[in-house]
């Protein structure tokens, strides 16, 4: 007797100290997301936009409005041969990155945008993007300028190498630059990504194949999570040649999957697509009024969730793709830097405007629905029971190929950290031991349905910290990258045979790109540029 009583004591016990455990990791997990809240609130907020726009339009200035003045240039740069110094074609180098960029954000971003910051946010989105073409090539053209080569040939490089270059605050700013990187790894690297795949198969579950119990569809996202882990750690085990030849082939697939589609909704559309892109314009700068299910936006709201996930889509000014970008194989800084940007214009004006012109001209922003909600109804409104497959599809692909790229940019980083500034362990050691920790939260990521909004909120606020750093060895490097910009279309191109000088009687090249017999995408671009075997 006394001893069922001593156990009835300590159970009571037990049982107390698991609602005091309780209590405690809710108000720690509060505390926790009312901090995140705050600093995103700051990250995010007036500052920011400020020295987004303000970088932006700066580079516009040094650089004489590159992005439009030699748009053509920075196409034909895109059939370069390739075979110089690096690891990586630049093609293909080109896909890996841009499997970072079309993400996730290109779907549930977008319409995010237009939810909180009505369809003006669209054109703010064209906004950050003409502004982002001339920051990405600035530091793209910075990466490769400040890459290292090692004594074996191999090489390393990246956002940190440049941004330690700054005199006396340089490499504090580069220290922490990687800390933020490697940790965002965790947040727009793995955990939303794998949480979207998840979501993108329950989505199809529930109208495909009407499965709507709990249990199947935990089981279903569970499933997902594994087979992302395998399917994720067959590509990351070769680094980054493996990780760029897999992208290789995915980008050009999901791209022309996304836009074959999307453009089948405007064209449905008819004459609710002029007055969709009238809607865009007009209220970019009057707001928008509440109507149906949507709240209302003023300007403000437009002009910062246009800017604020046009950045989190295509990742201009936050230092992601020069970690990737400085191995690519280049013959001058520039030309890279002009990948670079023709991967914003590729991503936000072409991608992203696929998504927003959608949600607008079909009408689907009024029902008050956001993220991939909102574009899935989009879809829907136009090919009907169909429209699921689409963008389960879409949201699959998308989220794939960014956790494969996202990998490496926190692998990158985190052995700058570690092996470079830490002095720990070999640079094989740190790459293995960062993959084995970075996989496993891919599972955790996609059952977890409930924390998705945390997850993302977590991401942004990482984004905008490794922002900062960023931006301000862009804007004190700029006038290296000026120079070096301007010695590649004004000399180096016409030496090496890459174009044509623009003549007051011809006012450019209008001859076809020349492409050699090795370049990964000859057969595609003869068929449709009808460029011309060297």
């Given at each position: 007797m006394?001893?069922?009583?001593?156990?009835l004591f300590l159970q009571g016990i037990h049982n107390a100290l698991s609602e005091v455990n309780t209590f405690m990791a809710e108000d720690i997990w509060?505390?926790?997301?009312?901090?995140n809240d705050y600093l995103n609130s700051i990250v995010w907020g007036i500052p920011m936009i400020i020295l987004l726009v303000g970088t932006g339009l700066l580079l516009v200035f040094l650089h004489g409005f590159i992005?439009?003045?030699?748009f053509g240039t920075i196409v034909k740069t895109m059939f370069w041969r390739g075979g110089a110094k690096g690891e990586v074609h630049p093609f293909k180098m080109w896909c890996m990155v841009m499997g970072a960029t079309v993400g996730v954000g290109n779907i549930a971003g977008v319409s995010t945008a237009v939810h909180l910051g009505g369809p003006g946010a669209v054109f703010w989105m064209w906004i950050c993007a003409i502004l982002g073409m001339g920051v990405?090539?600035?530091?793209?053209t910075l990466s490769l300028w400040s890459r290292r080569v090692l004594p074996d040939g191999r090489i390393r490089g990246g956002t940190m190498y440049y941004i330690e270059k700054i005199p006396k605050i340089g490499p504090p700013l580069a220290i922490f630059f990687s800390l933020m990187a490697f940790l965002c790894a965790f947040g727009i690297g793995n955990m939303t990504q794998a949480n979207s795949v998840a979501l993108g198969v329950e989505y199809a579950a529930k109208e495909v194949f009407g499965i709507t119990d709990p249990g199947s569809i935990f089981n279903l996202r569970l499933a997902a999570g594994i087979l992302m882990v395998i399917f994720t750690a067959l590509v990351i085990i070769g680094g980054i040649k493996r990780i760029a030849e897999v992208s290789f082939y995915l980008i050009p697939f999901m791209s022309a999957w996304y836009i074959i589609f999307g453009l089948g909704i405007w064209i449905a559309s008819g004459a609710n697509f002029g007055r969709g892109i009238y809607t865009i314009i007009s209220s970019a700068f009057t707001g928008t009024a509440a109507v149906g299910g949507f709240a209302g936006a003023s300007v403000y709201m437009a002009i910062r969730y246009g800017f604020?996930?046009?950045l989190f889509s295509n990742e201009a000014g936050l230092g992601s793709a020069p970690l990737a970008y400085a191995y690519a194989e280049s013959d001058h800084p520039g030309r890279q830097g002009f990948y670079g940007a023709f991967e914003v214009f590729w991503d936000t004006i072409v991608i992203c405007t696929i998504t927003g012109v959608a949600d607008v001209v079909t009408g689907a922003w009024e029902t008050g629905l956001t993220s991939t909600a909102l574009a899935a109804e989009a879809f829907r409104r136009v090919y009907g029971l169909w429209s699921p497959i689409f963008v389960s599809v879409a949201l699959c692909l998308f989220a794939y190929t960014t956790l494969l790229t996202w990998e490496f940019y926190g692998e990158n980083t985190f052995l700058y950290f570690i092996v470079e500034k830490c002095k720990i362990g070999s640079y094989r050691?740190?790459?293995?031991?960062?993959?084995?920790?970075?996989l496993p939260p891919i599972i955790a990521a996609a059952v977890a349905a409930a924390y998705l909004g945390p997850i993302w909120d977590f991401a942004d606020t990482m984004n905008g910290l490794m922002a900062i750093p960023n931006l301000i060895a862009v804007v004190i490097l700029a006038p290296i990258a000026v120079k070096l910009a301007k010695d590649f279309y004004t000399r180096h191109i016409i030496e090496v045979g890459g174009a044509k000088p623009a003549t007051a009687t011809d006012g450019g090249n209008k001859e076809p790109p020349v492409l050699c017999v090795n370049h990964p995408m000859r057969d595609v671009l003869e068929k449709v540029f009808g460029a011309k075997k060297k």
């Open positions: 006394k001893v069922k009583l001593f156990i509060k505390a926790i997301l009312a901090a992005q439009v003045r030699k990405k090539l600035t530091e793209v604020a996930r046009g050691t740190a790459s293995w031991f960062y993959r084995i920790v970075w």
